[in-house]
């Protein structure tokens, strides 16, 4: 994973042993042990699994019987036989799954109606939750419908975040095949090879093939999350430049400890003439420019720029100054609101040219 600091991919394969079945087994909390005096609480590693009632497909899929047992239960046993979570969770909106998932012995986090709506993301569910639960340090979403999901895995996950460095995992699964895509979107005689030389088709032997998400799971650290830098990392995957920018002599020590993948400058007492500066290397004009501040010094910035934004909690004279204000505030999900926003209008003009 190309994430914020080390990130990983580990691939699921596994399959689990069947659920006896019967009465479901109970969650058992496992004991901290060792956290006598002078001894360093461990970060709290919780498991949350996302079950809104209202799918659309399958009508509660979640909860759908599979070989016995409700499908949520296996990943409920496989984050119990784990080992490695101080909790485990349930987000729903729904009474039902509420039933089954407390029957699995999960605790229950009532999602709202706002972050259960069918255009809320599994993003806007977990910083719910993350929002209501301060005593979470990292936080993995694992997916309702994973039942081959083994708990080997997650202390693999648990073993990658705690003890070798990594701030996100998510699981991936190596795939051989050949892509091929549309040269003239809705023609499919017309067709062009993506991953691949037809001249030289290599056996499968000689080809590592390519990692694709499985969507089984994705662990991260909170911090991540609820600043914003994977989409950070989005953002400059996505080929678009990302600088950050401080009037404040912060240490860029303490920001390079981000390893985020971008150029930066503190202690400017002129951000315009920074930011214009970096604007002519990268050869843009103002328009092709997006800005997101907070404080009386961006206002310049965020006057000048195409595509400007302030947290909810900036200052007066930075909110008058652009066309879009973020519903969170800074350091709470701003940075993340601004990327999203980024990519809904990039996706908006990708979709009028194809038109």
Partial sequence: MDSVEKGAATS???PRGRPSRGRPPKLQRNSRGGQGRGVEKPPHMA???LARGGSKGIPLKNIKHLAGVPLIGWVLRAALDSGVFQSIWVSTD????ENVAKQFGAQVHRRSSEASKDSSTSLDAIIEFLNYHNE?????????TSP???PTDLQKVAEMIREEG???VFSVVRRHQFRWGEIQKGVREMTEPLNLNPAKRPRRQDW???????GSFYFAKRHLIEMGYLQVCVLVLQKIFVRLISERACSKQTLSSLKLDCKMEVNVPDKLAVVDEWRKEMGLCWKEVAYLGNEVSDEECLKKVGLSGVPADACAAAQKAVGYICKSSGGRGALREFAEHIFLLME???NSCQK
């Fill in 12 to 14: 699921v394969s596994n």
């Fill in 47 to 49: 498991a949350l699994i």
């Fill in 94 to 97: 729904h009474d039902e799954i």
């Fill in 136 to 144: 979470v340090d990292i936080v993995g979403n694992i997916q309702a």
């Fill in 148 to 150: 081959c999901l083994h």
């Fill in 166 to 168: 990594y701030d996100s």
């Fill in 208 to 214: 590592d093939g390519e990692l694709y998400e499985n």
């Fill in 348 to 350: 908006k003009v990708i």
